[in-house]
């Protein structure tokens, strides 16, 4: 079946630590998202790919870094800049990151702080 | 940047009943999309608008891209349990190269059997 891994699904980080979420997508697709989510807000825009080997920053890029070195693959590091790291992470891929693209999601990763 | 305000931020209906929800922006959209969100999940894409005026169903969902190109509407008719969730619109415009959407905070929505 063609779709988006995320894994860990639960993930913990001690203070001061970088942490590595992956997101894994068999779909084909060109464009790759990193996505934050807080309890009762929108999604935000964390860093985003349009093809690999470039990433450009979203709205909250600050304390986060990414990788697009495989087509299928688009790794997020929490790293320890982020002081507040607990959060819902969603990452999504579309075929294009043209208007009207629609995204597919994931299934997310907890990450919460020891 | 573009404020997405989606309404009503909750609600706990009886099954059978309809809902409706809604979102209005400050800007122009050519694009709203509206996901459902189970708990712990990522959302899943259940309509896409993509013409002012459009009216799209799926099943017993039915949205609609306001005229104005600011808002959009999301019914569920006969509600469901399965139907409880997280309801999220998302609006997009075309102003250059890159494609950003805009979400709103979500309807979070109780069914009570």
Known sequence: ?114 | GQQLNQSPQSMFIQEGEDVSMNCTSSSIFNTWLWYKQDPGEGPVLLIALYKAGELTSNGRLTAQFGITRKDSFLNISASIPSDVGIYFCAGAFSGGSNYKLTFGKGTLLTVNP
Request: charged residues 20%.
């Open chain 1, 1 to 114: 079946d063609g779709g988006i891994t995320q894994s860990p699904k639960y993930l913990f980080r001690k203070e001061g630590q970088n942490v590595t979420l992956s997101c894994e997508q068999n779909l084909n697709h060109d464009a790759m998202y990193w996505y934050r989510q807080d309890p009762g807000q929108g999604l935000r825009l964390i860093y985003y790919s349009q093809i690999v080997n470039d990433f450009q920053k979203g709205d909250i890029a600050e304390g986060y870094s990414v990788s697009r070195e495989k087509k299928e693959s688009f790794p997020l590091t929490v790293t320890s800049a982020q002081k507040n790291p607990t959060a819902f992470y969603l990452c999504a891929s579309s075929t294009s990151t043209g208007v009207g693209e629609k995204l597919f999601f994931g299934s997310g990763t907890q990450l919460s702080v020891l």
